[in-house]
């Protein structure tokens, strides 16, 4: 299997806790976590508005769920979409190398700092990441400015 294919059944399984999301009426973004052999730990997605906690993003949700890990150096973060600044501070927290984002169109997050700080970032710019939350957006666009941080 190519990287590539590799990456992306990884991104089907954030992509499926999104859906997820968006059947419960959240924000549709989910993540997973991952070891380097590409075993998942857990995966998440935000639910902001399921559980009523601004704390829990897809990747701090796949993040908390893994339990602890002695080293984040070899975990790869899958995301549904480019992280925002609380996650990718987690990830450079915690020293997680590698990321894999489905799309950064609707919102480019921490992308460019993590690139900088040496996190290997891998966007797939999934069509389909990218319409799940268009739609989103466009039918309810308080509540994805309340996750983005916007007035
Ligand atoms: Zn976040």
Redesign the pocket.
């Known amino acids: 299997m190519t990287d590539v294919a590799r990456f992306q059944a990884m991104l089907e399984v954030a992509l499926q806790e999104a859906r997820t999301g968006r059947s419960e009426g959240g924000v549709p973004?989910g993540a997973a976590l991952f070891d380097g052999d590409g075993k998942l730990l857990a995966s998440g997605r935000?639910r902001r508005v399921q559980q009523d906690d601004p704390s829990v993003?897809?990747?701090?949700d796949a993040f908390r769920r893994a339990g602890r890990q002695r080293s984040y150096k070899d975990k790869i973060m899958v995301t549904t979409l480019a992280?925002?600044?609380?996650?990718?501070g987690?990830i450079r927290q915690f020293g997680i190398r590698t990321l894999v984002v489905g799309e950064s169109r609707n919102f480019a997050?921490g992308v460019e700092w993590l690139k900088e700080v040496g996190v290997k970032v891998i966007d797939l710019d999934s069509q389909e990441c990218s319409d799940l939350l268009t739609g989103f957006i466009a039918e309810k666009p308080e509540i994805w400015n309340e996750d983005i941080g916007e007035e």
Request: overall charge negative; aromatic content about 14%; hydrophobic content about 20%.
């Open positions: 973004i935000n993003h897809g990747e701090t992280p925002c600044w609380y996650c990718s987690l997050g």
